[in-house]
Each structure stands twice: as C-alpha cells, then as structure tokens.
C-alpha cells in the first residue's frame, strides 16, 4: 500500500479503559502532543518525554519552588516552569504535589480517532483533577 497515512506508520498505544469524550480527537498525534506539551509547559508541569506519545509529568507543591522571585535565565526555555507553576482556588486544588502521565492512544476500530489519556501516579485526587480539567479545556481536542 503506497496510500498509507502518516498516521498508520506511528505505533501508540491501545486505549483500555473509560472514555472521556472531551479527549477524543481525529487531529494528528504529532501536532496533540505537540500541543500538550506547550500547554503543561504553560502551566508550569515539569515534563519528561517517556516516548514521542507518552509524557511522565510532575506538578510540584505549592511553596516547593524557590522564593518566587523571578530568576535570571537568559535562555527562553524552561523560564516559567518553577515561577509560573498554575494553582486552582482552595476549594478546588490543595495545591498538593501530583505525578501523572499523559499517553495519546488510538481507540480501537476507529482509524485517525484517538484519546489523550491523563493518568494519576500519585497526588492528591482534588489537585489531580483541577490538572485534569485545565488541561482538557485549554487543549481543545474535540472542537
């Protein structure tokens, strides 16, 4: 078959498991992860890339930073990821640390249909799933 699609010669994942609706997506991998890693990164998530479509992610606790004050860092990369770090209110996010994994998989007897999967290592379920929501809503995938 020389008509094959980008996307057939990328290996992920089966999704097992529960679906979110708002994390089906037919956009490309490349470009999701792409995008969620831009996101995480703006929300101040520490991400370590396991393989091209699976992310190991660490929100640190709040106060786990330094002072706050903006540190000198002439290079653009990594300036925001310890200052910036995003907090929900109180009610909404004890602001605990939380590791967490975000997998893009393909959904089974579904060609170019996949799913962001965001999964808890450890952390706090409330402050989990104020990274859980955020991410969702600010990675758009379903629109």
């Given amino acids: ?3 094959a699609s980008s996307a057939d010669q990328i290996t992920l994942d089966t999704h097992r498991g529960a679906i979110d609706q708002t994390t089906i997506t037919t956009q ?7 995008k969620v890693e831009r996101i995480l990164r703006d ?10 479509f699976r992310f190991r992610c660490v929100r ?10 903006p540190t000198s860092n002439d ?3 990594d300036v925001c990821t310890t200052n910036c770090t ?3 209110s109180a009610a909404d996010d004890p602001a605990d640390e939380v590791r967490f994994t975000v ?17 808890r290592l450890k952390g706090n379920l409330k402050s989990y799933k104020y990274i859980y929501d955020t991410l ?8």
Avoid: C, F
């Fill in 86 to 88: 995003l907090y929900g």
């Fill in 1 to 3: 078959m020389t008509s």
């Fill in 136 to 143: 969702r809503e600010k990675a758009e995938l379903n629109r």
């Fill in 43 to 52: 929300m101040g998530v520490e991400v370590q890339e396991e393989s091209q």
């Fill in 75 to 77: 290079g653009r990369e």
């Fill in 103 to 119: 997998e893009l998989t393909k959904l089974a007897g579904l060609s170019d249909t996949y799913s962001l999967d965001i999964r």
């Fill in 60 to 69: 640190p606790k709040r106060g786990a930073e330094d002072d706050g004050e």
């Fill in 28 to 34: 490309p991998p490349v470009k999701v992860m792409s």
